[in-house]
């Protein structure tokens, strides 16, 4: 079986040619360029392995392309105002989108607005979502970063606002970027700031692990899949490597070049904007406003190859292709809804969202609220009927209302699991 191919997605804000392009990570060669205006930095996004969205540079609306049909614009998804960055969840559910202070998220598959989350002071600068898609942190020009449980922002009663989980408030200046690891919740995040620190973050608690203080401000910052280094970029074009190994490692520290693992990276001439490493830990891509995109061999410090483009760069990642990218007959197996740009009513929102009835809490419950209301009448039809067996004018009227009951939540439920299934396979 063939190495799943990684490639670098990017963006400038410059090109008038393209907005998106795609660029094999080993041999730099221009694959897919996707057209339509220019993204802003933070918000070009994967959802759900099928489309490319991208929020245009100051502009109110998403740009959406279907993956494997680059020169057709698919729709543009009006926003309330300016969008300043911009996640899909890895398992492609949900999209999040800062909008000056507040988080917006929308369920994918209906386009129903779910929550708008106004915790931030100022405009919201960088999302992320955990790998199994169940937390969500949001960083801004506040200094402050705040980590969201999914369930919980679904789940919440529409008439009152949701709480982070975590607030996290060691910054004092702006932050820059962001990046969450992997093993969900227990995953460590890393925060970068214009006060020219990192910070490194238990997200399950909230706990402060490593602060790294730097000479510069740093813009950007990921992390290798093993977290042996964690890489900064700064506002000078260099880039600093940080080993997470090293015995004197403390939790508080200067950054200083040394033969542990702490290295430099020199070549870019501007701010670098992002960063990103390849799935083996072995490659690195880096964006700049010098209006370059880098890849680095991790090991020798060495950039490999050396792309220009015609404005600073906003946006570049490393992913793996899938497997449907660049087959230009194939379609997305699901289109995508309208989304819409406010909360649905109350009296609303039960039948807009029948698969998941997550924003709104009913009287009538949940799928298995429901399932467990049907499994305790017909215990207590069963039970009454082995108990009483009909010799009571009373009883019988009693186990009749109870079995009329129980035939019209019966039907409730056929129409819920059918409706369930439906959506599913569209």
């Known amino acids: 079986m063939a190495a ?18 795609v660029l094999d990570l080993h041999s730099g060669a221009s694959l897919l360029s996707y057209r339509g205006g220019n993204s802003s930095s933070r918000t070009v996004t994967l959802l759900g392995g099928e489309y490319l969205l991208g929020a245009g540079l100051g502009r109110s609306w998403i740009t959406v392309w279907e993956l494997q049909r680059k020169d057709q614009l698919q729709q543009k998804i009006l926003c309330p105002g300016v969008v300043t960055s911009l996640c899909a969840s890895p398992d492609g559910l949900y999209l ?11 369920e994918v598959s209906s386009g129903n607005l779910l929550a708008i989350l106004s915790r931030h002071y100022q405009d919201v600068t960088c999302i992320t979502f955990t790998d199994d898609s169940s937390h ?11 980590v969201w449980s999914l369930a919980s922002v679904v789940q919440r009663d529409p008439g009152r606002g949701s709480d982070p989980l975590h607030v996290l408030s060691r910054h004092t200046l702006p932050i820059t970027d962001l990046h969450c690891g992997m093993m969900g919740i227990q995953a460590r995040v890393a925060t970068a700031s214009l006060d020219q620190t990192v910070k490194l973050w238990e997200l399950s608690s909230g706990e402060l692990l490593l602060s790294v203080l730097f000479d510069v401000g740093i813009m950007s910052v990921t992390l290798d899949p093993c977290e042996y280094f964690l890489f900064c970029g700064g506002s000078d074009g260099n880039i600093f490597q940080v080993s997470l190994c090293s015995q004197s490692l403390s ?19 501007g701010v670098v904007s992002c960063l990103s490493v390849s799935m083996d830990g072995t490659l690195l891509a880096s964006g700049s406003h010098d209006e370059t995109l880098r890849v680095w061999d991790v090991q020798s410090r060495q950039s490999l190859r050396c792309v220009s483009h015609k ?24 289109p995508l809804p309208r989304f819409s740009r406010h909360l649905l009513p109350l009296q609303d929102a039960e039948g807009a969202m029948p698969c998941l009835r997550l924003h709104s809490q009913k009287q009538e419950g949940s799928y298995l609220q429901k399932a467990d209301r049907l499994r305790s009448l017909m215990s207590a039809v069963s039970d ?3 108990l009483w067996g009909g010799t009571s004018p009373s009883r019988e009227s009693e186990l009749e209302e109870e079995v009329q009951t129980l035939k019209k939540v019966n039907k409730e439920l056929f129409h819920f699991s059918s409706s369930l299934l439906s959506k599913h396979t569209l």
């Not at 963006?11 to 040619?17: E, F």
């Not at 960083?139 to 402050?144: E, F, S």
């Not at 292709?321 to 997305?332: E, H, I, L």
């Open 4 to 21: 799943p191919l990684e490639v670098v997605v990017c963006s400038d804000a410059g090109s008038a040619l393209w907005n998106v392009s």
């Open 96 to 106: 999040a989108a800062g909008i000056s202070e507040a988080l917006y998220l929308w």
């Open 136 to 146: 969500f942190v949001s960083a801004g020009k506040d200094n402050l970063a705040l």
């Open 251 to 269: 939790r508080d520290k200067s950054f200083q070049s040394d033969n542990d693992g702490n290295q430099v990276f020199k070549g870019h001439r």
């Open 311 to 334: 404005g600073p760069v906003t946006n570049a990642f490393i992913m793996t292709a899938p497997s449907n990218m660049f087959v230009p007959d194939s379609a997305p197996l699901v």
């Open 384 to 386: 009454k009927s082995l």
